[in-house]
């Protein structure tokens, strides 16, 4: 599913317009219809009372439609548009006169005070927010400002109209202020800004409308678009599993990570492969770890590797034979030391071709190595969160976060290397191809130890012989979605990385 912003929904709506000759007058009635069907599939009570607040564009156009079929439907239903009518023009003033001809009733902002408009909000049950659709730009101005302010005061279940209104449909940005809403009825396809920056917070449950915009153009013509991760992808994408299959078919990784202070992250990177597939799994880790590692894992290989202080020494890598491992995690617990950054060397000049997974601390020493991955014959990914990205980039997380999409691609293109930038609302960055929303996770994930798990179902699909493509879209979803399932059950406070390793299993085995 491909999500798009303001130009990309335009330049669709003009082709559906121009050349499929669909007059747009159409497509509001069919937008207006969608967001009937929505109010009608959950709100029975006729005597439930609706407010439409509708501005002079086209999202407003598609307020009129709703409000004169909810009235059609029985609905106790009330329109009120909040700029002077005089201003409407196009298919939005075409329905605006349907609905005048109709004899229906309005009010506007200029035969009411503001507090006869401040009591209808707190009275009404439900608001349809048709005040801005993809249209805003810059700061929110009167007269949708303050009524902004009440919608998002009151007590109403609030339907927002293709986006809510001030969020900015490219880049999720709210400056401050925008609608609230319990749920979206977004037409076409997603926007973009629903899973940027502010957006995720203002949309509410979303779902699609079809307005009769053909899809199939969305497929050929855009490319380029972003996409976001459905279960569909990921049950297309996740590994097959032949039946008469041994433990070399699923292949055999390596996780080399762990320190004196962080003993667990490569474990549960392990784990997670265990439950997620991998045929084996070998932990090199320090000497000093290897008993508690060994006891909790030991399902595991293990190579002890010789401690220097409380880290790992670099040489003791020279030692491991990577030729025996279809890929290589690492960095889960590494630790941060005076010339880490000898790791990646000596890792860049054993390994051959096989998939290269680097996170947490080794990310961290990777600025100073960038050009050894753009040298590697073989798939490099790493897996930023947004400070790791800031420290990789030399600039501020608010500059990452800001900018995320196109971070991502540059990075990936300039380097040769696969990203996944993590965060609420993760994305996966194919060097010179796809882009990938996870439009999955939530609060429950954040905590220590979720990303270990996460690197682990990685090098798992990968040893699975999942391209890297394949095995990010799959392992960040999966991740996600097992978090959502566990905290369900345990609460949104208590999903530990072990109770999401224990999630993967479910989510899995619902895969269809
Ligand atoms: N033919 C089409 O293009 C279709 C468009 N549709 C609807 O039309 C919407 C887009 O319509 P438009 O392009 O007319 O734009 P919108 O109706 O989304 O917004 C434009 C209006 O918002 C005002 N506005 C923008 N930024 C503002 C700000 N910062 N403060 C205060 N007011 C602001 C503008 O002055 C203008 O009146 C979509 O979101 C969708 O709801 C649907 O009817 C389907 C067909
Ligand atoms: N609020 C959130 N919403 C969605 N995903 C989240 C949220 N907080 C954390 N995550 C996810 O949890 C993981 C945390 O990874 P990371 O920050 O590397 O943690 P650690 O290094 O402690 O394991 C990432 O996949 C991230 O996308
Ligand atoms: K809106």
């Given at each position: 599913m491909y999500i798009g912003g303001r130009q990309d929904l335009a330049a669709l709506d003009q082709f559906t317009i121009e050349q499929v000759g669909l007059p747009g007058a159409v497509l509001m009635e069919n937008a207006g219809s969608a967001i009937v069907s929505a109010v009608l599939s959950s709100y029975h009570d006729l005597d439930a009372r609706i407010l439409v607040l509708a501005g002079n564009g086209n999202n407003g156009g598609d307020g009129f439609v709703a409000t004169r079929k909810l009235c059609d439907h029985g609905y106790n239903v009330e329109l009120c548009l909040l700029?002077?009518?005089?201003?409407l023009k196009g298919d939005a003033l075409t329905h605006f006169l349907v609905y005048k001809n109709r004899g229906l009733p309005y009010s506007t902002m200029a035969t009411m005070d503001k507090d006869k408009l401040q009591s209808k909000i707190n009275c009404a049950t439900i608001i349809i927010d048709a005040?801005?659709?993809?249209?805003m730009q810059g700061i929110i101005k009167d007269p949708f400002r303050s009524v902004i302010e009440m919608v998002n005061e009151s007590t109403a279940y609030v339907l927002a109209v293709d986006i809510p209104s001030g969020l900015e449909a490219d880049t999720g940005l709210v400056t401050e202020l925008a609608i609230k809403a319990d749920r979206t009825v977004t037409f076409v396809m997603p926007k973009k800004g629903f899973f940027l920056q502010d957006g995720p917070m203002y949309i509410g449950e979303w779902e699609i409308a079809d307005i009769s915009v053909p899809y199939q153009l969305a497929e050929k013509s855009t490319q380029s678009l972003p996409r976001l991760i459905t279960n569909g992808d990921v049950y297309a994408q996740l590994p097959k599993r032949p039946s008469?299959?041994?433990?070399g078919t699923f292949g055999h990784g390596i996780v080399i990570g762990g320190s004196s202070s962080y003993v667990e992250a490569p474990i549960y990177s392990a784990k997670a492969a265990f439950h997620s597939g991998i045929g084996l799994v070998t932990l090199a880790v320090p000497e000093e770890n290897y008993t508690i590692s060994a006891s909790q894992l030991p399902e595991a290989l293990y190579i002890k590797l010789s401690n220097k202080e409380d880290h790992i020494?670099?040489?003791?890598?020279?030692?491991?034979?990577?030729?025996?491992?279809?890929a290589i995690a690492i960095g889960p617990g590494l630790s941060r030391f005076k010339h880490g950054g000898k790791i990646l060397e000596i890792l860049f000049s054993k390994c051959q071709d096989q998939p290269i997974i680097i996170d947490a601390d080794g990310l961290f020493y990777l600025k100073d190595y960038l050009h050894l991955v753009k040298e590697y014959k073989g798939p490099v990914i790493i897996t930023p969160h947004p400070g790791e990205m800031a420290a990789l980039l030399e600039c501020s997380v608010e500059e990452i976060e800001s900018n995320r999409l196109e971070v991502a691609k540059q990075f990936a293109k300039e380097h040769g290397v696969y990203v996944l930038?993590?965060?609420?609302?993760s994305i996966v960055e194919v060097p010179d191809g796809n882009t990938w929303v996870n439009p999955h996770g939530h609060?429950?994930?954040?905590?220590?130890?979720s990303g270990d798990v996460l690197t682990g179902l990685i090098l798992s699909f990968i040893c699975q012989h999942a391209s890297p493509e394949q095995a990010l879209v799959c392992a960040t979803f999966l991740h996600a979605r097992a978090a959502e399932v566990k905290a369900k059950k345990l609460s949104h406070y208590s999903v530990t990385p072990n109770a999401i390793i224990e999630g993967i299993p479910e989510i899995l085995n619902d895969m269809r």
């Open positions: 700029p002077k009518e005089e201003t005040m801005i659709g993809s249209g008469n299959s041994h433990k020494s670099p040489a003791s890598l020279s030692d491991i034979s990577f030729s025996t491992y279809k930038l993590k965060g609420h609302r609060d429950a994930l954040a905590r220590g130890g």
